[in-house]
């Protein structure tokens, strides 16, 4: 079983709607966690990080479900702009290490 | 100004040859990773190193050797290319090993083995 584990898609959502990602994760250790934003032939950059009470960047949403170890993303009022993939990430243990979830990815059309 | 630069871009050889791919990072962190993205996409931590110390060194065939010669800087060198080492390696900072979680990635550098 994989480590972090996602649906990966694609979501195809017309523009304006709402959407959401699970994520799983198999270790009860995993401390931190969060999610990775990859458009198509780039580079992940950070999209935010996922706090215990729930956390929201504008229309992004992000909760952490530690009793049932899993993370959401909630993508409000979809733009074209979000069409990427979205990748979930753990953090176990002491070291640096960050554990990658394979990614859902989204396409918004109009 | 670029914050995480790699080269080269693209990178097609033989297999059997040996490579290298540079990294440098000018935002002043301490910690350095390299990460293999496979066809699948899947995108996995080989190696990182804090302020030239190696302090992860994933399951990595000991054909790849990264060398930190200072802390803005991580290379990569491959020895004896093969097929399956065919991928897309990213390089990546993070302010210190004690907040991973905040990681700036280069481009990428595309690897084709033939």
């Known amino acids: 079983r994989k480590e972090v584990e996602q649906d990966p898609g694609p979501f195809n959502v017309p523009e304006g709607a709402t959407v959401a990602f699970n994520c799983t994760y198999s270790?009860?250790?995993?401390?931190?966690f969060f999610w990775y934003r990859q458009d198509c032939r780039k580079e992940p950059k950070l999209l935010m990080s996922v706090y215990s009470s729930g956390n929201e960047d504008g229309r992004f949403t992000a909760q952490l479900n530690r009793a049932s170890q899993y993370i959401s993303l909630l993508i409000r009022d979809s733009k074209l702009s979000d069409s990427a993939t979205y990748l979930c990430v753990a953090k176990t243990g002491t070291a640096s290490k960050l554990t990658f979830g394979t990614g859902t990815r989204l396409q918004v059309t109009l | 100004d670029t914050a995480v630069s790699q080269t080269p871009k693209y990178l097609v050889t033989q297999m059997g040859n040996d490579k290298s791919i540079k990294c440098e990072q000018n935002?002043?962190?301490?910690?350095m990773y390299w990460y293999k993205q496979d066809s699948k996409k899947f995108l996995k931590i080989m190696f990182s190193y804090n302020n030239k110390e190696l302090i992860i060194n994933e399951t990595v065939p000991n054909r790849f050797s990264p060398k930190s010669p200072d802390k803005a800087h991580l290379n990569l060198h491959i020895n004896s290319l093969e097929l399956g080492d065919s991928a897309v390696y990213f390089c990546?900072?993070?302010?210190?090993?004690?907040?991973?979680?905040?990681?700036?990635f280069g481009p990428g550098t595309r690897l084709l083995v033939l």
């Open positions: 990546a900072s993070s302010q210190n090993d004690r907040a991973p979680g905040t990681q700036y």
């Open positions: 270790n009860s250790a995993s401390q931190s």
């Open positions: 935002l002043g962190h301490d910690t």
